[in-house]
Nanobody
Framework: QVHLVESGGGLVQAGGSLRLSCAAS????????MGWYRQAPGKRREFVAR???????IYDYSVKGRFTISRDNAKNTVYLKMNSLKSEDTAVYYC????????WGQGTQVTVSA
């Protein structure tokens, strides 16, 4: 069973930056395409960004140019660097595999104040 642990969230002013981390247990991490997702209050969980096992990236249009996803397979960790944060980025952020999802972690809260 793979466990996902997200961290790095917090309260930041609009225009600020945060770097999220997601650590995965288990030995299959390096072979999986990984993604970041977020869920705002009262809304469905939505896709934010993904990175393939080989390092190719795709972003939702709402974060493209502001967020950067990366991974360190030696540490079984995927990152999300978030710049130029906006109030609409406020949400709980989660990571998971793109296919054959693992159990969701607890997420990390990101709150952007105007």
């Amino acid at each position: 069973q793979v466990h996902l642990v997200e961290s790095g969230g917090g309260l930041v002013q609009a225009g600020g930056s945060l770097r999220l981390s997601c650590a995965a247990s288990g030995s299959v991490f390096s072979t999986k395409d990984m993604g970041w997702y977020r869920q705002a209050p009262g809304k469905r969980r939505e896709f934010v960004a993904r990175i393939s096992a080989g390092g190719s990236t795709i972003y939702d249009y709402s974060v493209k140019g502001r967020f950067t996803i990366s991974r360190d397979n030696a540490k079984n960790t995927v990152y999300l660097k978030m710049n130029s944060l906006k109030s609409e980025d406020t949400a709980v952020y989660y990571c998971n595999a793109i296919t054959n999802l693992w159990p969701w972690g607890q997420g990390t809260q990101v709150t952007v104040s105007a």
